[in-house]
């Protein structure tokens, strides 16, 4: 992952920054740098980006189902399982399994990842910014779900700089 250095001039940022800290065990810098490395992801394609780990090494992750065998695959299947465990109330959200976002966030919840997890996105979080589709569920209200009644919490740092934390304390 390249390294780069804080933005002094990027309003977004210095306003997402301080809106949202990062855990002491996830640099700003590391993060920065992730963002940066990541070109501005376009709508239909694939999602990427870097989960962040205690020690600061960044991760890749990406939407899709993957190939047979594949890490990929098996972060699908994993949020795939665990969404249709949840009941008939989680129905809506199986078409959302293979994204980025969602695969993290499963992957956090049943594991032993830290309390505060913070991935790094190539665009918004899916369906934080309108159009939104009647009857289409999105990645923003499945996140806020899974994060209700739990005490960890999951920070998306996108592209822009922008960060949303999970669950929306507002929203708890």
Not at 5 to 19: D, G, M
Not at 98 to 106: D, G, I, S, T
Request: glycine share 8%; proline share 9%; net charge positive.
């Amino acid at each position: 992952m390249p390294t780069a250095a804080l933005p002094t001039s990027n309003p977004h940022y210095e306003q997402a920054r301080t809106a949202t800290p990062l855990p002491q065990d996830v640099s700003e810098g590391t993060v920065e740098a992730a963002r940066t490395s990541l070109p501005v992801g376009k709508k239909g394609e694939t999602t990427s980006g870097w989960i962040m780990d205690e020690g600061n090494k960044g991760q890749p992750v990406r939407s899709g189902i993957g190939k047979e065998g594949t890490p990929e695959r098996q972060a699908y299947q994993q949020s795939l399982d665990h969404l249709q465990s949840l009941g008939p109330r989680y129905e809506k959200f199986l078409p959302l399994a293979h994204h980025a976002e969602v695969k993290v966030a499963v992957n956090a919840l049943l594991s032993g990842q830290p309390d505060h997890q913070v991935m790094v996105i190539d665009r918004p979080v899916c369906g934080r910014f309108p159009p939104r589709l009647n009857n289409r569920r999105y990645c923003d209200e499945l996140l806020q779900e899974l994060y209700r009644d739990t005490p960890k919490t999951l920070t998306v740092v996108e592209r822009d700089g922008q960060r949303v934390t999970y669950p929306k304390k507002d929203a708890r």
